[in-house]
């Protein structure tokens, strides 16, 4: 999804969109400090979600969403609670009230994903494999036999179901190529795992089919989340 941060408040634009990074599938459309800047977006390129800001100079985000004829999905960020109700008329998909926190966040977005899922028109979903370029020939990985894999310098590690296999690629590369796969989620800077294949979570170690894999800090909030949301913790 495509997400566009309105807020007065440079910090409030910053931890959004250091959220939205976090987030496998988010993309930042852009960041404005008003209505009017936003309004110059919305014209000119799609945006599926509207992080949107309520006590903003020269036009308030209620009378902005309301002068819209065909409004994307909109979350509400603000310190104050008097307008939630009003949100909600407006067919707000949350409101979230600041300082807001990850958990939270990721909440919200996952709202509005399952929001924006249903309003696609119907396709093939994502097959579950992929082609990876592995000891100089491109290699057929099968997804759901992906058990994790580990960074080693240059090259990452990819434990499978059937053994393991040498791939010549970054972290970042491969997190980006994995996706649009909801179950992996990147758990430190060395480790993308396959939530699927957890069978324990302990503290800040996963297991994975008894492997341990440590949480990093940066990450374990994120983490946290989408294991609670799997009720794994």
Same mark, same amino acid.
């Given at each position: 999804?495509?997400?566009? =941060?309105?807020?007065? $408040?440079?910090? /409030?634009? *910053?931890? +959004?969109?250091?959220? #939205? &990074?976090?987030?496998?599938?988010?993309?930042?459309?852009?960041?404005?400090?008003?209505?009017?800047?936003?309004?110059?977006?919305?014209?000119?390129?799609?945006?599926?979600?509207?992080?949107?800001?309520?006590?903003?100079?020269?036009?308030?985000?209620?009378?902005?969403?309301?002068?819209?004829?065909?409004?994307?999905?909109?979350?509400?960020?603000?310190?104050?609670?008097?307008?939630? =109700?009003?949100?909600? $008329?407006?067919? /707000?998909? *949350?409101? +979230?009230?600041?300082? #807001? &926190?990850?958990?939270?966040?990721?909440?919200?977005?996952?709202?509005?994903?399952?929001?924006?899922?249903?309003?696609?028109?119907?396709?093939?979903?994502?097959?579950?494999?992929?082609?990876?370029?592995?000891?100089?020939?491109?290699?057929?990985?099968?997804?759901?036999?992906?058990?994790?894999?580990?960074?080693?310098?240059?090259?990452?590690?990819?434990?499978?179901?059937?053994?393991?296999?040498?791939?010549?690629?970054?972290?970042?590369?491969?997190?980006?190529?994995?996706?649009?796969?909801?179950?992996?989620?990147?758990?430190?800077?060395s480790y993308i795992v396959n939530?699927?294949?957890?069978?324990?979570?302990?503290?800040?170690?996963?297991?994975?089919?008894?492997?341990?894999?440590?949480?990093?800090?940066?990450?374990?909030?994120?983490?946290?989340?989408?294991?609670?949301?799997?009720?794994?913790?």
């Amino acid at each position: 999804m495509r997400i566009l =941060i309105t807020d007065d $408040e440079p910090i /409030a634009q *910053d931890i +959004l969109e250091t959220y #939205i &990074s976090k987030i496998p599938g988010m993309q930042l459309a852009g960041k404005c400090r008003n209505a009017i800047e936003a309004y110059r977006i919305l014209s000119s390129q799609p945006v599926d979600v509207l992080l949107l800001d309520i006590n903003m100079p020269e036009i308030t985000g209620m009378d902005f969403i309301k002068s819209l004829k065909a409004p994307p999905l909109v979350i509400f960020t603000t310190a104050y609670t008097e307008y939630a =109700i009003e949100s909600y $008329e407006l067919n /707000a998909i *949350d409101y +979230l009230l600041k300082p #807001i &926190s990850f958990e939270r966040f990721l909440k919200a977005i996952q709202k509005a994903n399952d929001v924006w899922q249903h309003q696609q028109p119907a396709t093939k979903t994502p097959d579950n494999t992929v082609f990876i370029k592995a000891d100089g020939k491109l290699v057929r990985i099968d997804l759901t036999q992906l058990l994790y894999a580990e960074a080693l310098r240059d090259y990452i590690q990819l434990h499978t179901t059937d053994g393991k296999k040498l791939i010549h690629c970054t972290m970042k590369s491969l997190e980006e190529t994995l996706a649009p796969y909801a179950h992996f989620i990147r758990v430190q800077k060395s480790y993308i795992v396959n939530i699927q294949y957890i069978t324990e979570a302990d503290g800040n170690t996963l297991y994975i089919k008894g492997q341990p894999v440590s949480i990093g800090n940066t990450y374990k909030e994120q983490v946290l989340a989408v294991l609670n949301k799997y009720r794994l913790v």
